[in-house]
Each structure stands twice: as C-alpha cells, then as structure tokens.
Nanobody, 124 residues
Framework: QVQLVESGGGLVQPGGSRRLSCAAS????????MGWYRQAPGKQREMVTG???????NYEDSVKGRFTISRDHPKTTVYLQMTSLNPDDPAVYYC??????????????????WGQGTKVTVSS
C-alpha cells in the first residue's frame, strides 16, 4: 500500500510564502516523476509543477519564478516552495507521484498515486 501525505497548507497573506510537503510511504520500489496539481473552486484541476527522478523540473507559466519544486535525497518527499502568493493561487494543492510499488504475489507495479490535498488560502 502506497500513500502520499501532504502538509503545509493554510492561510497566507498576499505576497507571502508557504512551503508544502508531500511524503510518500509504503512498499515503494522506486519513484519516478513527482509533482503538484491544484484545483480552485469551480475550476478544473491543473498541473502546477513536476520534477523527475533526475531533478528535471517544469512549471506552469503563471507560477514560474515564484514556485520551486524540490525533492529530498531519498527522493520520497517532494516540496513546493511558494512565494509572492496572489489571488490566483488559492486552491487545494494535490501531490502526485508515479511510483513502482511492490505488490504482494505480483511483484513491481507502476501506478500514479495522489495525496488527499492540502488547502492554501490567500487573504489579508
């Protein structure tokens, strides 16, 4: 069983910063891409940023220069450092990861996993 658990959401003032974390756990063989999506009320979920196992990153245009994605050395935790938060950023932020997990009696199995989401509110 693989789990992604996000943390770090909350209320931030406009122009402020916040760091989100997402930790993967379970019968993990390896983790390939990890990333963050967000979904604002009434809008579709959109990709925010992603990072490969080789630390190649990509960003949605509106967050370039403001958000930074990174992974820890064991590469089971991904972070999203958000700065200069503005009224377009409030949303539930979801962590996602493409993980090869060890499945009992089946062996390695690759799937995309999602966290439960953490809400970021931007307000003065």
């Amino acid at each position: 069983q693989v789990q992604l658990v996000e943390s770090g959401g909350g209320l931030v003032q406009p122009g402020g910063s916040r760091r989100l974390s997402c930790a993967a756990s379970g019968s993990i063989v390896s983790i390939n891409e990890m990333g963050w999506y967000r979904q604002a009320p009434g809008k579709q979920r959109e990709m925010v940023t992603g990072i490969t196992s080789g630390n190649t990153t990509n960003y949605e245009d509106s967050v370039k220069g403001r958000f930074t994605i990174s992974r820890d050395h064991p590469k089971t935790t991904v972070y999203l450092q958000m700065t200069s938060l503005n009224p377009d950023d409030p949303a539930v932020y979801y962590c996602t990861a493409r993980i090869i997990a060890w499945v009992l009696k089946r062996g390695p199995d690759e799937n995309d996993y999602w966290g439960q989401g953490t809400k970021v509110t931007v307000s003065s």
